[in-house]
């Protein structure tokens, strides 16, 4: 009989073997890092990883920790439904190590470990305030949906209670990141893309097998359209749109090491800007060689479901279970396979956790911890507290993680979690860095403006989504080759009811625009209302180190760089790099 996620599926002894060895290695990492050697002993050590890091540990740090769970569960079903479309992401990576090369030279050279130090230093302190509200925002949005896709990957496999496994997996890592600190993240990292490798190579072999090999996939992939990648289409309510991933996609990865600590402090405890380079090439390569093997699985799913879609059969409940779903069909012929495949997933979505756990930790402690103590701890005070933190924050994240089966699917959930902020992070990042002209006004309530701009955005537009009234267009799905089942609905007129719907019920174009342009359309509102806002004030004088090295040469005086730049006539005044 042909398994249902909807009924429980019985895990063999391997795949626990397999799935709870991945979670104890992990663990051990944390143990080995906070109880030998130096234990994490100082602020250093533990947020920075005594700034003695290598090259490539770092790029796959980076890379894994950008590809969770929802992003390796959401690309395989992205393909089902919509196709390989989605390749296009690899656009925005080469965006994201491009914008890396362009901030994070800035960041090295001022010798930051907090990012948010330099709007202090570029602006005031109010916007970098201001910005770390944000950044906490966002972090504590995104953490729930980590949680929930390796929890819900489980859950389905195995019928356990998704709240359970969740409380679970969350214990596990907030356990080895408190107690390991910032190499604990990076090694565990490199094991889990180890794991994620393995498992989905193994996958994509066996499922070539099953569905008549490379060639067979090919053709059907484009009997079904499902090869139509490339889609020049400028209209911004396109979802998958060359330009979308280009721009809008673009924008969302280069937030992430431009104004989020999370991805930026990885790079900035390597000893070297030409280490920092290196690092950034290999973390594009790696997240496109990991990317593009979820897109080939994505095409064997579809290969082996193209005549019979699970979730019009009843078999799954939503399209995020076809991977599991598919995993666990063909599971029984590989011993341990559908235990590696969820320890896969699990590692995706642990070191997102584990890394912004350690981040987070690292701007409470100085940004919120330190404000109100106003003294200097001893390095065994400072780390017990950022343990502290971890805990804390890791245990009010788990509590959130109920509200993801409320808002929709996995992945938009995520890019939604943090385009209402990245967005206005990014913006002011770019004022800084760019416009010698902007000024702590600007900023301040450009940022506000652009966070404002974000709301009035998305919120309407995901509240039209849950209506039912924005949809996105699927490529071709059929039920023909299931066989009876009990279909309580019949799928064309279905189909027909919906669109005449929401023919009848049209939302404004603005808000049909697509997800992947939420973070870029706040970060040009950011920096339309600072740029506004900046020339209508006065503006104190920018030390050239804050700027970007690419437009010092439209600066007064090229040549000299520890001369400030004076913007607007207003007097200079001090500015402390160190």
């Known amino acids: 009989m042909t398994p249902s996620l909807n009924s429980t599926v019985t895990l063999s002894w391997y795949d626990y073997t397999i799935f709870v060895g991945t979670l104890v290695f992990s663990t051990m990492i944390g143990i080995y890092y906070g109880c030998f050697g130096t234990k994490q002993a100082t602020m250093k050590e533990y947020l920075m990883g005594g700034k003695t890091m290598k090259i490539v540990p770092i790029a796959i740090s980076v890379a894994v920790s950008h590809i969770s769970g929802s992003l390796l569960l959401g690309t395989a079903a992205d393909v089902f439904r919509y196709g390989a479309s989605v390749w296009l992401v690899n656009l925005s990576f080469i965006v994201m190590g491009l914008a890396n090369f362009v901030y994070l030279p800035v960041f090295f050279k001022l010798r930051l470990r907090n990012i948010y130090d330099y709007l202090e230093k570029r602006f005031d302190s109010k ?21 929930y896709t390796p929890s819900l990957t489980l859950a389905t496999a195995s019928g356990f209670n998704v709240n359970l496994v969740a409380f679970i997996l969350s214990a596990i890592c907030v356990f080895y990141t408190s107690v390991g600190g910032f190499k604990t993240v990076i090694w565990t990292d490199f094991l889990q893309f180890g794991i994620i490798m393995a498992s989905f190579i193994i996958v994509y072999v066996i499922g070539l097998r099953l569905t008549g090999g490379f060639l067979s996939v090919w053709n059907t992939a484009l009997a079904g359209e499902r090869l139509q990648i490339f889609n020049f289409d400028v ?6 749109s060359f330009w979308g991933y280009l721009i809008g996609g673009g924008a969302i990865f280069a937030g992430y090491v431009a104004c989020r600590q999370t991805g930026a402090q990885k790079f900035l405890t390597l000893p070297k800007s030409t280490d920092i380079k290196w690092s950034i090439i290999y973390t594009v390569i790696s997240m496109a060689v990991v990317h593009t093997l979820c897109i080939f699985v994505g095409l064997v799913v579809y290969a082996k479901y193209k005549d019979c879609d699970p979730l019009t059969s009843h078999k799954i409940s939503k399209h995020d279970q076809i991977f599991p779903y598919f995993v666990t069909e063909i599971g029984g012929t590989v011993p341990g396979l559908s235990g590696l495949f969820i320890a896969a997933i699990c590692c995706g979505s642990l070191s997102s956790m584990s890394s912004n756990l350690n981040a987070i930790s690292g701007v409470i402690y100085k940004d919120i911890v330190y404000f109100f103590l106003k003294k200097e701890l001893s390095d065994k005070s400072s780390s017990g507290i950022l343990k502290v933190i971890v805990l804390v924050v890791g245990t009010l994240c788990t509590c959130l993680v109920f509200t993801v089966e409320l808002l929709g699917d996995v992945f938009s959930v995520g890019v939604l979690a943090t385009s209402l902020t990245q ?30 701009a974000a709301i009035g955005l998305t919120l309407p537009a995901k509240y039209y989504e849950l209506k039912g009234l924005i949809k996105y267009p699927t490529k071709p799905l059929s039920i023909s080759g299931c066989g009876p089942f009990n279909q309580t609905t019949n799928f064309t007129s279905f189909g027909n009811t919906a669109l005449n719907d929401t023919v009848a019920h049209q939302p404004p174009s603005i808000f049909k625009i697509t997800f992947y342009y939420y973070t870029f359309f706040g970060a040009i509102m950011t920096i339309v209302f600072g740029l506004i806002i900046s020339y209508m004030s006065k503006s104190a004088s920018v030390d050239r180190k804050v700027l970007s090295p690419l437009i010092y040469r439209y600066l007064p005086d090229e040549g000299r760089e520890e001369e400030r730049v004076s913007c607007t006539g207003a007097q200079e005044t001090s500015l402390n790099l160190g």
């Open 127 to 147: 916007t970098r305030l201001l910005a770390i509200v944000f950044y906490l925002i966002a972090e504590i949005l995104i953490f729930p949906v980590h949680v």
């Open 235 to 240: 209209n911004p309510t396109v979802r998958d």
């Open 423 to 452: 967005g206005p992070l990014l913006g002011v990042f770019t004022l800084g860095i760019f416009v010698p002209k902007a000024n702590p006004k600007g900023a301040f309530y450009g940022m506000l403006g652009g966070f404002t």
